[in-house]
């Protein structure tokens, strides 16, 4: 089992940065896929972006790919999200999230999540 902890959201002006972050306790994250997911009020939880357990392997939603990039610190056993050209329709609550499938984008396979952490991007 593996607990994870976001950090890192705030409120940010359209077309700026944020590196939102997710610390592991627990097994180590070189056992797991991982993931980056978001719920903006009244819609879904939605897919972000994924890395494969050896950290070769990447997914993003095409609403994403150019502007974030997901990566991982085994040492500090952290993964990172660097959001850049951050856009209003990018404001959510943003979660991490740990699956033993692999590189997946599919929500149904992610077995332990963190709390979230918001991010508000003004226009």
């Known amino acids: 089992q593996v607990q994870l902890v976001e950090s890192g959201g705030g409120l940010v002006q359209a077309g700026g940065s944020l590196r939102l972050s997710c610390t592991a306790s627990g097994r180590t994250f070189n056992m797991y896929g991982l993931g980056w997911f978001r719920q903006a009020p009244g819609k879904e939880r939605e897919f972000v972006a994924a890395?494969?357990?050896?950290?070769?392997?990447?997914e993003y939603a095409d609403s994403v790919k150019g502007r974030f990039t997901i990566s991982m610190d085994n040492a500090k056993n952290t993964l990172y999200l660097q959001m850049n050209s951050l856009k209003p329709e990018d404001t959510a609550v943003f979660y991490c999230a740990a699956t033993l499938v692999g590189t997946s984008t599919d929500i149904e396979d992610y077995r332990y999540w963190g709390q979230g952490t918001q991010v508000t991007v003004s226009s």
């Open positions: 890395l494969s357990r050896s950290g070769d392997s990447t």
